[in-house]
């Protein structure tokens, strides 16, 4: 059943990047923080890249919204850094950090089993054009995810990653680990990085993810008019993808972000 829940009440959830190679827990800038003047940088919908910084590192991952401790819902979700020699920059400013519009509910009786759920990602790089061979449009989109001979991410069909084994190391590290104290209160949005060296290419006009049980997830992208999945457990990151002017320059850059701007302090990550 669907259910609707005002983005206005997710903007107060703090964010955090977890990565399961060494149980790392990140948590990301907040306007709510004591130190520094920080922007809220999740946006549903937009994905704004300034024109003098670099494209920032993405990686595939999966998006875990946690309440009072316990999952609530999955996503799909992408994790975009940068790193300078202080830090690792995920908020970079407004609509730097994308988030799902549409999640699975882990508490849903018609949500699939975990090992049939898994993430797709594919990118278009220019306006659609729609040619009598192409009517859905589908042919303008690729996948992002690269090939990759590690059995550890099960890449299927249109390189497909199946999330049943990073849910249940992140659900271990959960109700096990002290480290993860802080997540037992209130709402939290958690990004579970499949693998540090999976890396995708950043597309220039727009990015789509799902996380279903779909045998042909491509079959989605082409499709405007998301209410006919209301039906389906299927999770949804749609993102326009737009080249900004130069932040570094601007006179409202708040002083937190000038380190990021600074000339030579970006880590170039091959």
């Known amino acids: 059943m669907l259910q609707n829940l005002p983005i206005t009440l997710t903007k107060s959830w703090e964010t955090w990047t977890v990565r399961l190679d060494d149980h790392s827990f990140t948590k990301v800038e ?8 920080w922007v809220d940088p999740t946006s549903f919908d ?40 202080e830090r690792i920059w995920r908020n970079r400013g407004i609509c730097s950090l994308p988030r799902s519009r549409c999640w699975i509910d882990l508490f849903s009786p018609f949500t699939p089993s975990l090992d049939r759920l898994k993430l797709s990602y594919f990118g278009r790089s220019a306006p659609e054009v729609r040619f009598l061979e ?30 049943k084994e990073a849910f249940e190391s992140f659900q271990t ?35 789509k993810a ?45 002083s937190v972000y000038r380190d990021l701007y600074e000339e030579g302090n970006i880590i170039i990550m091959n």
């Open 30 to 37: 907040h306007p709510k923080d004591d130190a520094g003047d």
């Open 46 to 85: 937009k994905l704004y890249l300034p024109i003098d910084l670099p494209l920032p590192l993405c990686q595939p991952a999966l998006g875990i919204a946690v309440s009072n401790g316990i999952p609530r819902y999955i996503m799909p979700s992408v994790v975009l850094s940068l790193e300078t020699p």
């Open 134 to 163: 192409d009517q859905d449009g589908s042919a303008a989109w690729t996948s992002l995810l690269p090939y990759t001979m590690d059995d550890k991410y099960r890449l299927f069909g249109y390189k497909e990653l199946f999330i």
């Open 173 to 207: 590290l959960l109700d096990s680990s002290h480290k993860c104290e802080f997540l037992r209160d209130g709402y939290h949005f958690v990004d579970v990085v499949l693998g540090d060296a999976l890396t995708m290419s950043l597309p220039k006009y727009r990015m």
């Open 210 to 254: 799902f996380l279903t049980d779909l045998d042909d997830p491509k079959r989605l992208v082409g499709i405007e008019d998301t209410s006919m999945l209301d039906a389906e457990s299927c999770g949804e990151l749609d993102i326009a993808v737009s080249v900004i002017s130069a932040g570094g320059t601007s006179e409202f850059l708040p």
